[in-house]
């Protein structure tokens, strides 16, 4: 099977919002209300929002490949883009995002992978991210690939608070 990794752009913006929606959806809809989970749909991956991230030169969007149809995709961001203040040697990993008909593939592996070289070709220090605390299999997987709990912030989901993981790797 092939996989191949492609930089998004602005005329990817329709595909990037079905794809944000199919994945997020997938993920977390049985464990939030309909209401929370449609409310966070709604701010996070209408059209303009994703066009602003999109254009954000600080912000980096790759779609993954699996057998020429579109099976995920990473988001990194660095400098102001970062959802928390973490300085310019740190470099974010948003979303790595994978559908569920394809996970199972080492497509998360390839995609962090992804986020390792930009964070290594950027001569960042460390590497971040936000991860639900009730999402076991992810937390392994960062765990497996040397991050390690480092804190943790909210995320709200339209209304309800919840708390996700800060988990940092650094490079020496």
């Known amino acids: 099977m092939a996989k191949n ?10 595909e990037l919002q079905a794809i944000s929606i199919e994945t997020f959806t997938e993920t977390f809809e049985e464990q939030n ?6 409310a966070y749909l709604e701010r996070a ?79 960042k220090k460390k590497i971040w991210l936000g991860v639900w605390e009730d999402n076991k299999n992810a937390i392994a997987f960062y765990q497996k690939k040397g991050f390690v709990q480092t804190g943790s912030h909210s995320f709200f989901m339209g209304d309800d608070e919840q708390v996700d993981l800060i988990m940092t790797k650094t490079f020496l």
Do not use: W
Not at 5 to 14: A, N, P, Q, V, Y
Not at 33 to 38: A, D, G, I, R
């Open 5 to 14: 990794i492609k930089k998004c752009t602005l005329e990817d913006l329709h």
């Open 33 to 38: 209300s309909p209401e929370h989970l449609n």
């Open 45 to 123: 991956y209408n059209l303009n929002q994703l066009e602003q991230e999109l254009t954000n030169h600080s912000s980096q969007f790759f779609f993954v490949y699996l057998d020429q149809e579109v099976a995920g995709y990473l988001k990194v961001n660095t400098e102001e883009a970062q959802s928390e203040a973490m300085g310019d040697d740190s470099l974010e990993v948003e979303r790595i995002y994978v559908k569920k008909k394809f996970q199972k593939h080492g497509l998360g592996k390839h995609l962090m992978n992804k986020a390792l070289e930009i964070a290594m070709e950027q001569k």
